[in-house]
DNA sequence: TGCGGCGCAGAAAACGTGTTCCGTCTTTTC
DNA sequence: GAAAAGACGGAACACGTTTTCTGCGCCGCA
């Protein structure tokens, strides 16, 4: 009979490692966490004990002796939608390799369960805090005390002092338009999205920039669905029968306007070069043809989003202020034909 | 001057409010849990003392003394994907109403992840685990101790004794079909995924059975995709130019079913109707015209998980075994003409 | 008046780990 | 051969809360 005097369930203690290996708890807790002077054979012999037991460090006592928890918090305004998922699970892959665990927490848009989670996530006293959403817009900031760092991804905070990570959505925009006015199209219009949406003013206000005198038109502003795309492409090769080509605010929009092209008897790209925006597969891999589309990097930016809290937490305190993450154009069949 | 012997930034802990209410921290516990023998008045005295710091209990302290850590892990196999998400939120939805806290684990499909997170996840003694995929098929069970609850939730355990819910794929694909004969449709096709998924299995065996005698041919295997539904429109009309309706195994397959169809210069739903799979309302929404389909219900499958979670952490154990959850049929203009 | 019971609150132990301090034993050096 | 230095490991405490045990004072009853 070795040491079997706890309820088969329970988990081992390090006092159980310990008395296997002979040594006093503290002795053990030393020699598993390569701490303090002990002996090869001593540590070695402990190590064993551990393995034999299948023992794991209860992180509640960790934590309450060190005053960590390896645990960050991840608050979303929105539910989890298409932007902050890939944002959360780069964040997720990061913090996994540090040991530490992501807690959920989704606020919906209320101020009200965003304070509530918030105090949540102090009492559990997490190392850090990564607030997302699906807005660009910059959003006020939460008020958790200065020793917890937190993070800003994708949707920045309103104080410039924080640290945020925002994606380039001007050099975005730009590319597309760069990549059409590189094909030789010089009859070149945008549609986008509603007019109060930070993400489609700025991205309208860098494409026309970029276009510069190539424009047929003003950018038109509508909502974000397909629905809107088609009737865009409608409604532009009525006024504007040699447009030629066509960026967009958004995958959607554009997989829209491709439908829109093809029900009027116009070829993409042959006639009109289409190019979206955000990259997502589900749609602009399904679009007739596939989209040429301005990839976000959101996994980079969520993975980036762990490190700089990992450096927060180690004591390098993260670089304030807001930080851009480039984005990448696609090249796929609406701009170049095969 | 009143008690500021702490550093300002560090949170106050329930000695800080015990001194300002010239209590014990005992005692000071008792009165805010409601436990114990203690004055009205007293009680009355911590409670405002509480306030007055803005305490908030830590919850390492509380959960090493309970045994509990108010936290329940959620492991996916996938990345987090269409249907692994809105479980999840269901999930985080009714724990967080239950002072719960989700812990994140992606284990991508790999084995050996899963492992270390069920290590990491009891290491912090979760009060539960909740464990959720993007497949149908029957997983082999996660090796947790019999003390942690575990509820399977989408993709059911292969062990009939764990707690597994399931979505009722067989009465979706029924009732789908059943709504285009009630339609008056005789002349019935399927057309869905690959057929080793069990999900493309079981919903085509379901949808064979109740269409009995009015299936124009075997229903067709290929894979999720639009292009698919596209090609097997094509096929379905060079084949059996009479099919007059078409059930599908997802939305995306029907919404290439729908175009595919257009194409040929078939109105939908006035010379066959199309019915999808999933209620995915990207694809759905969108399609021309928009889908009727099979709701799955995952926020509510996602919801009944913490509620049994929380059942079996307050000792009322999980009912064991799987739990068929139904499905919903939406109806839209892909079989009712506006 | 003495004793038991009850209402109340404090002291102490428990949870599991990490860390600091200190004593002991060995080794080295003069 | 003795003293100092260094290697090693044990005991105690810290972390913050809950809970049990204990003690005190007051009241009522005999």
Redesign the interface.
Known sequence: MTETNVPA???PRIVDVAALAGVSPGTASKALNGTGQLRAETRERVRRAAEQLGF??????R??SSGR?YTVG?ITTD??GRFS?PV??GA??TL?AG?M??????SRDDPLREQH?L???????VDGIIVTGRRTEPRPPIAA???VPVVYAFTPSQDPADASLVVDQAGGASAAVRHVLDLGRRRVAHVTGPSDHHAAVVRREAAAAEAAGHLVCDPLHGDW???WGRLAADLLLRRHPDVDAITCGSD?IA?GVC?GLRDAGRRVPDDVAVVGFDDWD??AL?S?PPLTTVALGLEAMGRRAGELLLDAVAGRPASPGTTTMPTRLVVRESTVGV
């Open positions: 369930g329970a988990p794991t460090p209860d992180s509640l006592g934590g309450l928890s991840l539910s989890f998922i959360m699970l997720e892959n996994g040991e665990v992501v807690l959920l927490c989704d989670h105090r949540t996530l102090l009492a559990r006293r005390p200065g020793h669905s397909e629905r959607q997989r439908d589900v749609i399904a007739r």
